[in-house]
């Protein structure tokens, strides 16, 4: 057990820990702020496996970007303090013995697999490296899907404004009514007049 | 047992994702539902960076399949969220199973 297994176990366990109080604390802004050291720990996952702009990428979009978006989705529908209902209990039973089985399942497949590393030169994930063949044209370049993300983007951009814009109820305004009001309102006035007048 | 091999990083995607399936299936709050989507997608994440570091090394594919997964989990996010607020003002609601307008 050298320092960097220590390391592992605890970025690990951070991130398993943090990730089942996120999905069974009750109180929701709680499970949110779970969530995001979950999200930290898995950039921390990153550093410890020397991607460096990955985990940079994690931080930036995830806990900067989603989970912000997700707490202020939070304080617009419900409170923050309230307890949620609990889940069923047949239905967390159950829910626990289906993922349990297929952790189960999945961990025996990973544990009979033999994995057979290459042998060729490693490129380092580097920022230069990862730029350069993003953005080239050549056969393994990445600009095509590069400019479809950027296009996919642009309309889920759009999508949300369209989406959530708050649109105007129909205020009822017929011109008889508006006209009717005004009638009025000028008669009340005609009328205040004349009792001012009585009273001067 | 002295250095951290594939399948310990294996170990812990596959737990993270299969706490995303059982909140998944237990929460009924929209906001709760995504939270565990995202974490799924993050147990799919290190699955990619885990396979391209121990096994792939001469390339940098699963870098850019994560990349833009993340890409994508920020539009699907953003896309949901504004589901959510608009349903909201509707129904005053986020409960998946009050929300049947569309059921019958």
């Keep these: 057990m050298n320092a960097s297994v220590i390391i592992f176990y605890i970025i690990a ?25 979950s999200l930290i720990s898995i950039a921390g996952l990153y550093f410890f496996l020397d991607y460096e702009f990955i985990g940079a990428v994690q931080i930036v979009v995830y806990v900067g970007g989603i989970v912000v978006l997700i707490i202020f989705s939070i304080f617009l529908t419900q409170g ?17 013995l289906a993922t349990l089985f297929g ?4 961990y025996m497949l990973i544990n009979n697999q033999l994995f057979i590393s290459s042998n060729k030169q490693a490129i380092a994930p580097s920022v230069e490296n990862i730029g350069a063949q993003m953005l080239s044209t050549t056969e393994h370049g990445y600009i095509l899907p590069f400019e479809v993300v950027s296009m996919l983007l642009l309309a889920a ?10 649109v105007k109820t ?3 305004k017929n011109s ?3 006209k009717d009001i005004e009638y009025r309102a000028a008669d009340n006035l005609t009328i205040e007049n004349k009792d001012i007048k009585i009273v001067v | ?3 951290i091999g594939l399948s310990q990083v294996l170990f812990v995607s596959c737990a993270l994702f299969f706490i995303g399936i059982y909140g998944f299936l237990t929460r009924r709050n929209m906001i ?8 799924i997608l993050n147990s799919v994440n290190i699955n990619f960076i885990a396979f391209n570091k121990y096994l792939f090394a001469h390339k940098l594919d699963g870098l850019f399949f994560t990349l833009f997964i993340i890409t994508i989990a920020a539009a699907e996010a953003s896309v949901a969220i504004a589901i959510i607020i608009n349903l909201y003002r509707n129904y005053h609601t986020i409960d998946v199973e009050e929300v049947d307008t569309m059921k019958f």
Excluded: H, Q, W
């Excluded at chain 1, 999905?23 to 499970?31: A, D, P, Y």
């Excluded at chain 1, 303090?81 to 626990?96: D, Q, T, Y």
């Design chain 1, 157 to 166: 951009m759009i999508g949300c404004i369209v989406i959530a814009i708050k």
């Design chain 1, 103 to 106: 952790a189960i399942l999945t």
């Design chain 1, 176 to 178: 008889v009514d508006t």
């Design chain 2, 32 to 39: 709760t539902m995504l939270m565990s989507v995202e974490l």
């Design chain 1, 13 to 37: 366990a951070a991130i398993i820990g943090c990730g089942l109080l996120a999905v069974t604390s009750l109180k929701i802004f709680r499970s949110a702020v779970y969530l995001l050291f």
């Design chain 1, 170 to 172: 129909p205020e009822l």
């Design chain 2, 1 to 3: 047992m002295n250095e």
């Design chain 1, 80 to 96: 923050s303090g309230g307890l949620m209902k609990k889940p069923a209990l047949g239905r967390m039973v159950f829910a626990g």
